[in-house]
């Protein structure tokens, strides 16, 4: 399998990020082993998580997603396989969305302590708060990056001026830098990425891991009715997608996919794939068989009509 290199670093990842979002919240510790196992035997690597998930479970400070997945990796005594990524900032039961000095540097022990590692390979600015200033961050990413506790450094959900902001001062001062950028972009959310984002990308190779991969799971297919939103806890995410549009995507999705006998949720992950910059998506699978059909985009390749007939669907 090709491996994808992480903007300008020496990490080097399987083009498939898997979602830790749901250790812990839908799968109970069991069931996130087996998915975990069932990921690294397919010959991926890259798992992502978050030091807040999933504290919206009893309203606390998160944290379930990085203790399942760092027993895991102590358990199976493969830490130097796996390329792990968690992020800071992002708001919980306990504190508001924090990009400071002090929230990063007493998070990051905690985090390190759940995965029960010395070091994170990519760590991101979940949110940016809008509010504390970006040498503040960057200066403390720069100081982990120094210590060895942080490989790299990546960035979620920010603004495009604080991007632009972020990335100039770290050329600027010669210091750790964005490689990675996490942000909406799927095949029913097109606009705000290629707008605002894909200039900047562009300019500063960044790699591309899109969040929402599958749009709250619309873009599997499986809710096409008010009906269908009650078979999955996450269903009520989708519902915003369910008009003529989003109902166009699918009927493009449900041909490309007859013709590749797959499923519409590899296309969907397929034609992410396919764009400019895009290292793979990140998506979350709750079962072995949810696994196998979203892996297998990796290994489907859209001709340039199939690209053209999304392309068109989605704009």
């Not at 102590?74 to 969305?97: F, L, M, W």
């Not at 989708?238 to 493009?252: F, H, M, R, S, T």
Request: proline fraction near 3%; charged fraction near 20%.
């Amino acid at each position: 399998m090709k491996k994808v290199t992480l903007g300008n670093t020496s990490l080097q990842v399987a083009p498939f990020n898997l979602g830790g979002n749901v250790f812990g919240w839908t799968l109970n510790e069991e069931q996130s082993f087996e998915i975990l196992d069932a990921y690294l035997a397919a010959g991926f690597n890259f798992i992502d998580t978050a030091d807040m998930y999933s504290y919206w479970i009893d309203g606390g400070a998160g944290g379930q997603s990085e203790t399942i997945i760092g027993k895991w990796m102590k358990s199976r005594g493969n830490r130097d396989q796996v390329i792990i990524a968690t992020k800071v900032g992002g708001p919980t039961g306990e504190h508001e969305t924090n990009s400071g000095r002090e929230h990063i540097l007493k998070t990051v022990e905690k985090s390190l302590e759940r995965l029960q590692t010395d070091y994170i390979d990519l760590y991101y600015l979940h949110y940016d708060d809008g509010k504390t200033p970006v040498a503040e961050t960057l200066d403390t990413f720069d100081e982990l990056v120094k210590t060895g506790k942080v490989k790299h450094i990546a960035v979620s959900n920010i603004t495009p001026e604080r991007l632009r902001e972020s990335l100039e001062y770290s050329d600027q001062n010669n210091i750790a830098k964005y490689q990675v950028l996490q942000p909406l972009y799927n095949l029913v959310e097109r606009a705000g990425y290629e707008k605002d984002f894909a200039p900047m990308v562009e300019a500063h190779q960044l790699t591309v891991f899109p969040y929402y991969a599958l749009a709250s799971g619309f873009l599997t297919g499986k809710y096409r009715s008010e009906a269908d939103f009650s078979k999955s806890p996450r269903g009520q995410g989708a519902a915003q997608y369910l008009n003529e549009k989003g109902l166009g995507i699918l009927n493009v999705l449900d041909q490309v996919a007859e013709k590749h006998q797959t499923v519409p949720a590899a296309v969907s992950l397929a034609w992410l794939a396919a764009q400019p910059h895009i290292g793979g998506p990140v998506a979350s699978a709750t079962s072995t068989e949810q696994l196998t059909e979203i892996l297998s985009s990796a290994t489907l390749v859209l001709d340039s009509e199939d690209l053209k007939q999304l392309d068109e669907a989605s704009k």
